[in-house]
């Protein structure tokens, strides 16, 4: 029984040591080419589910380009993520409606529920990660939010938490 | 009859001649056209919208990315040209946080002169409340976002003219700022502190560290004297503070400041530089009549030096081992003053005046301490002692001119060359020509090592000896004869660099000017000290000839060696940056590969990823033949450990691999392993 969980822990090792070896073939396959930097960094990002920083310090010496550029292309993209995100990626819409509707008010009651704040956008263990974006184009159900791919319309005080706890409850209860 | 252009400005007519932009027309009209964008010598960004004009038939357009037309009428003032330039204005003032009395660019900051210019007195915009965090653990220079007007001009100066990119625009939106990667400080990345950045920087945001108060403390402790160097370049340039023409010479003014300021000996940084000739000279005939280590780099600009050490490691055994003249002048000073100025090395204070921002980082590099004490223990900026000056209240203009103290101010022209682009190449000729002929030299101008291109070439003949010279200036223009000699293109023999465009003249830690002349002026100003002194070799300065014979004996030799030269090892370019590519929760060994850029060039990713199989697919616990054990070598990757020119670099343990390949990287580990199992056996 034992042997098998230090087999996963090899396993798991392993697959880490398999998404670095991605990352080179990736520069390798487009040829080393600043050109291609986006690309690159969103496939990079595939592999991660966010570009860590230190993948970018490797990515601007491949590439041959200064780090602060890197960083600067991959800061100027909403769609880059500098942060390593939580298993659940919550979206809240502050678009125009759902702002009107209160979002705000849903975002800080998630905040207070997951002990997040404006700065702090992940859990600690790492299985919530709280974003606003404007507009999800689901006006008619504002206020909106997106829990990965499921999507929640007319969220209020009592809906979001239920929400939190059902998953929370589904991981194998509160931490 | 001709064909020449026409262009009408405000209702003057100019010829088009080669211009580039209707703003360089604009100037030539006598308008100081508001700009904060737009540097003559960096690409067009067109961001700032102040340079706007309305040119008949195109509406309003910024002035600085319009190219001239034949017969294009230009008006720079009307109403909607007026109200557009106030609001931009305004929109600036809004992101800036207008700290006018304590700012240290309070007395030339474009941003206060155009809004006091334009007759704003307040903006009606909303200011931003994000409060950024300063950046002030560089040694050499200060980063105040809040002050920063995002105009761009340091991160093109430093991609562009450096070819450094230590800084960048980064996030977006109203969270654009301009600053390293990842936030992190200047101290910790790879920027060279040339402080071209502070010179290009409209406002306050970037401004060289001052280190006033230090010096201060030290003039107002009883127990210490106090002396001071003065570097070449700061003599042609205090002047502007207090409002003499840049150019001017007030070598005598600036003495007699600084004797009032307290300093208890003045000297003169070109004595060292006087040294820096006979040893540098020295060692280049040396080399050259072996052919050995060439061609020859000048090693006395610290921001040059530091480009070598991060981006071509492979050449730093071509650079001069001499110290630059201020750590030259440092380490004999705390050699020889104690006995001279009868007191106790711990009491004794150095101080330098530069006009450099890289030689604040210079001198607290390691090798520059000694016994835990610096040879170089605080460097003002040009600015610096002209705000000491002006808090005193002296009046710079009005002072007597007085002179420096002896021994280690006097000095010849050759010396005082060095802050000009060149002029390390003209003061080295005047000493090589003289011992590679065997005849006295009378005429000793080398006119063909000045001027003003980015590269310059000569080549002459010295006796039987043949050289060619290049002298360069701007990291650009040495990336370029760097990349040349690479390829194996290159028959220099000594090569001059300067990081700073036209040379130490144009430092960052100099005043900043709007003169569009100041430049020029500056290097006029240096060429007449030498003119103005008695003495222009090196080789002729008899104080210089007294340190031989008193202190340091033979040139190169063995005392001459201890005190004037050092080395140099390849460097970081970021810190703190590891790649822990396995993760291993309780790793037994640890494999670490540089990626860093010299080892990556010289393959240093192939060895990674071949280490990375063979750990994956190998479980290697069974040799150590214990349970327990599958995770126990943990792979890493890092960037540089700053001995590129041995490269590739792979760390197991605390075993270095040097000019490592695959094989040798996985004999070590097998080693390691086995020794781990006889280890986990006892
Ligand atoms: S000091 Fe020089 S290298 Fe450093 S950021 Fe400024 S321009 Fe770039
Ligand atoms: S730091 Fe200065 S030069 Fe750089 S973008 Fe800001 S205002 Fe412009
Ligand atoms: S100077 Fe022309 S847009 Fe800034
Ligand atoms: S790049 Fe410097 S040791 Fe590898």
Known sequence: MENTLLDEVFIEANVKTRQFEKVIEIVEKYKFQKSRLITILQEVQEEYRYLPQEVLTFLATALDMPVAEIYGVATFYAHFSLEAKGKYVIKVCNGTACHVKGSMKLVNALFKKLKLNENKHTTDDMMFTLETVSCLGACGLAPVMVVNESIYGQVGDKKVNEIIDSIIEAEGGAK | ??????????????????????????????????????????????????????????????????????????STNTAEVRQIRKVNLELLLANHDISCPTCARSNNCKLQDLTRRLGITKSRFKKTDKVHPVDRKSRSIIHDPNKCVLCGDCVRVCKEIQTVGAIDFVQRGSNTTVGPAYGKSLADVECVYCGQCVRACPVGALTPRPETEEVWKAIHDKTKTVVVQVAPAVRVAIGEEFGLEPGTVSTGQMVAAMKRIGFDQIYDTSFAAD??????????????????KLPQFTSCCPAWVKFTEQYYPELLGNLSTCKSPQQMFGSLAKEILPAILKIRKEDLVVVSVMPCTAKKFEAKRDEFYKDEMADVDHVLSTEGLSKMIAEMGIQFAKLAPESFDLPLGFKTGAGVLFGNSGGVSEAVLRFAYEKLTGETLSKVDFKMVRGKEGIRIADLELGKVKLKLAVVHSLANARQICEEIKIGNSEYDLIEVMACPGGCVNGGAQPVSFDPDYLEKRTKGIYSCDKQLQLHKSQENPYVKEVYQQVLGEVGGHKAHELLHTHFTGRQRIKNQTINIRNTQHPKIEVCVCVGTNCYNKGAHKILKKMMKYVSEN??????????????????????FECCERGPVVRINNKIIEHADYAKAKEVLDQEIFVYGELMEK
């Open chain 2, 275 to 292: 040294l820096t000739v006979i040893e540098e000279a020295t060692e280049f005939i040396t080399r050259k009549l072996k052919g050995e």
């Open chain 2, 1 to 74: 009859m001709d064909n020449q252009k026409y262009i009408t400005i405000d209702g003057i007519k100019l010829p088009i001649e080669n211009e580039r932009n209707v703003l360089e027309l604009v100037r030539k009209a006598d308008i100081e056209m508001p700009t904060f964008c737009y540097h003559s010598e960096l690409s067009v960004y067109g961001a700032c919208r102040l340079c706007v004009a309305d040119i008949e038939g195109m509406g309003i357009q910024t002035t600085c990315s319009t190219p001239p037309r034949d017969g294009m009428i230009v």
């Open chain 2, 619 to 640: 479980k290697l616990e069974d040799r150590v033949g214990f349970e327990g054990h599958e995770d126990m070598v943990d792979v890493k990757a890092t960037f540089c």
